[in-house]
């Protein structure tokens, strides 16, 4: 039960009391909801380090309910002499007045303070003196039910990650974006090459503190500051926006989807971990042995003792699925080559053309089909990466390079409105080249084993 308290609860009432006002103190409790994930115990288990933040935690919370409070008092019996032209810094602190009971913000912003304060020392009263059990309470089944969901959204939450990352990258394509875009690319690569899913997972450890960097850049900049003219188009330049009624969907969805981001990696960075640690590890480690029997839904060992999270060796899911792909998938990959190179013709297009061309006259064995799928996928991602950096750059520069838009369409770069929808379907063109080749890199490991 105190995982879901201080794994769930506290840091859902924490973002909750960040988002609902822009200010300094609403600031400091977004700051304790990142720690508070990036040092979340897994759940089911102990973690005691966490005490050093619930601490602050409660304190903070206590100190911002009596200040606000007292701020309440005096503004009510001061309000006729009350001088609203010098309220600036209390806006930007994050005190307020109640204007209406329509729209009682205060009220709301109170609540979940005390909420806070009270669930942050429920744990601490409860694990570290130890003077209720959990398990002897009415809380008892409830905490069963979430720590035996949590098994299954582990798993919900590594299939998902990917997909959440790409939407992060695309959404809002901007400099600051980039990273995710590429860190997508590069593990669909690794994917392909290595048959791993945990290829699919490359850099998330950087990209994991990148996210936590970005989103406090972010709320930072939807501070009520009259910010200079040089610093909003730094803001700008980079990807940064105002949250506003005027604020586009796109931008909105970057927002959310970069908060989900990093909320699911804080839930799945350990069984990351432990899973980069497993296949690290040489067969007979005592250390491997130890671990939860959890992990081995993505981690398999072949016959010949080698470590692997390719789920297609799976005897069932193997012959399905090649066989699948080899009746359907193959042709259908052929004729979204050649639909794209036609439909977007340029010279980067031939070169899938002429890839469409070789594999129709020469029927190349599986070896070297592999090698041509991996090269191909290579260079339909960099065709990618190479759109979505013209794409960002075009609005900065497109007094000059506006009036060559022949040369670089020629060259297969194009200006789009809307480039999410463009990457997303050129991400799953390369899609269908990387189940290509993880399908001839099975059928090799496969053969292997037999």
Request: aromatic fraction near 18%.
């Amino acid at each position: 039960m105190a995982s879901f308290l201080v794994g769930f609860l506290l840091p859902w009432l924490l973002l909750a009391a960040a988002l609902i006002n822009w200010s300094l103190i609403s600031f400091v409790d977004l700051i304790a909801f990142l720690l508070l994930l990036f040092i979340a115990p897994d759940f089911g288990y102990r973690f005691q380090r966490s005490h050093w933040l619930l601490w602050p935690i409660f304190f903070f919370s206590c100190l911002i309910i009596v200040a606000q409070v007292v701020y309440l008092v005096l503004s009510d019996a001061l309000a006729p002499d009350w001088d609203t032209s010098d309220t600036g810094w209390m806006s930007l602190t994050g005190f307020m007045i109640l204007k209406s009971w329509r729209n009682p913000t205060v009220m709301y912003f109170l609540a979940l303070q005390l909420l806070t304060s009270l669930v942050s020392l429920a744990d601490i009263y409860t694990s570290r003196f130890g003077l209720v059990r959990w398990r002897d309470t009415c809380w008892s089944p409830f905490s069963q039910v979430f720590e035996h969901l949590g098994s299954h959204l582990r798993v919900a939450t590594c299939l998902l990650l990917p997909a959440v990352q790409l939407a992060v990258g695309i959404c809002n394509p901007s400099w600051i974006s980039l990273p995710f875009f590429i860190g997508s690319c590069a593990g669909l690569v690794d994917w392909s090459l290595t048959s791993n899913v945990s290829g699919l997972f490359r850099w998330w450890r950087v990209l994991y503190i990148y996210s936590g960097f970005n989103i406090i850049l972010l709320y930072l900049y939807q501070l009520p500051i009259n910010f200079s003219d040089m610093i909003r188009w730094i803001a700008s330049f980079i990807g940064l926006f105002r949250i506003s009624a005027e604020t586009e969907g796109p931008d909105i969805c970057s927002g959310l989807f970069l908060l989900l981001f990093f909320i699911m990696l804080s839930y799945v960075r350990s069984d990351l971990e432990d899973m980069d640690f497993i296949m690290s590890t040489s067969e007979n480690n005592l250390a491997e042995r130890l671990l939860p029997p959890k992990y081995s839904f993505f981690i398999r060992e072949s016959r010949a003792g080698v470590r692997h999270t390719n789920v297609l060796l799976r005897g069932a899911v193997f012959k399905t699925f090649s066989i699948n792909f080899f009746t359907y998938g193959f042709p259908v990959s052929l004729f979204a080559l050649s639909f794209w190179s036609f439909h977007f013709a340029s010279l980067c297009a031939f070169g899938l053309l002429a890839y469409v061309g070789y594999i129709i006259y020469a029927f190349p064995s599986l070896f070297r089909l592999h090698r041509l799928n991996g090269l191909l996928l290579v260079f339909i991602l960099f065709w990618a990466v190479s759109t979505y950096i013209f794409n960002v750059a075009f609005s900065f520069l497109n007094t000059k390079v506006g009036k060559d838009m022949k040369i670089w369409e020629m060259v297969g770069l194009w200006h789009y409105t809307i480039p999410g929808f463009f990457l997303l379907a050129q991400f799953g063109l390369g899609m269908l080249v990387a189940l290509g080749n993880l399908v001839n890199n099975s059928v090799f490991l496969y053969l292997s084993e037999e």
